[in-house]
């Protein structure tokens, strides 16, 4: 089914994926075209913000103590199989094959153990890596899906502050002539556009800007002469494009 020629059900979609509550082949599919088309992605960004502020409510839970507990079991077993075998070292040794392959399954046991003390420990390096990861990560904090007047999705514009990068991904078939260029502006409230810079002709590009630039209600994205308009003026071409800045955090 094409997700974008029914919103509503995009919008279902998105939203459930959001709260979690969409689970299996349903979840992997709409993540799949999350990946492929950016309208899907974009709405499940718009969700996930929607919902973001939710989960500052929650209380901070502390690691769970029995994987400490459990290191700690592993290490004293360990140390008891270690005490054991010292002792039937030490002892007279019978020559049997019996006895030689109880001690080869006691070695055995002991390098489980062993491993398994081991990849308890990793498990909770990696964990505490990841974290660190997760919380340096950059994160897109403002999206934008700029439409045109017949609510048809083409241009998405997230923003990243860390990086202080605009991202644009044109996700419709418009194309501008070769003499003419697409500006994109800021719409602050109750002043004057301003202008954000202007678009070359490639699927994706990137463009600096600050956070103060970028806070403000809604985008828009206009058609200039060849190299755009200075910001001073507005627009002169008509408006193609446009949509609200949604601020989000994930």
């Known amino acids: 089914m094409n997700l974008l020629a029914h919103p509503e059900l995009l919008e279902l979609l998105a939203a459930s994926h959001a709260l979690g509550t969409l689970r299996g082949g349903a979840r992997r599919r709409f993540e799949t075209l999350a ?7 974009a709405a499940a960004l718009v969700w996930q913000g929607r919902l973001a502020g939710m989960t500052e409510l929650q209380q901070p839970v502390a690691p769970d103590p029995a994987v400490w507990t459990r290191i700690r079991n592993l290490i004293d077993a360990e140390q008891a199989q270690q005490a054991l075998a010292r002792q039937r070292d030490n ?10 392959g109880w001690l080869r399954s006691l070695a055995l046991w ?4 062993a491993a398994g003390a081991l990849v308890a420990v990793l498990a909770v390096g990696v964990g505490l890596n990841l974290r660190e990861q997760l919380i340096n990560a950059p994160a897109v904090q403002y999206v934008a899906v700029l439409s045109d007047n017949k609510a048809a999705a083409s241009m998405l514009v997230t923003f990243d502050p860390k990086k202080k990068q605009l991202v644009l991904q044109r996700v419709g078939s418009f194309r501008e002539g070769a003499d003419k260029s697409l500006q994109l502006w800021a719409l602050p409230p109750g002043g004057a556009p301003r202008s954000l810079g202007v678009l070359d002709n490639a699927p994706a590009l990137r463009l600096a800007a600050s956070e103060s630039d970028v806070r403000v209600p809604a985008l828009a994205i206009s058609l200039e002469p060849k190299g755009g308009v200075p910001s001073a003026g507005g627009p002169t071409g008509p408006v193609l494009f446009h949509g609200p800045l949604i601020e989000k955090t994930l």
Do not use: F, H, L, M
């Open 91 to 100: 002892a007279a040794p019978i020559a049997s094959a019996s006895t030689g």
């Open 110 to 113: 002991r390098g489980a153990a």
């Open 35 to 41: 990946r492929e088309q950016a309208p899907v992605r």
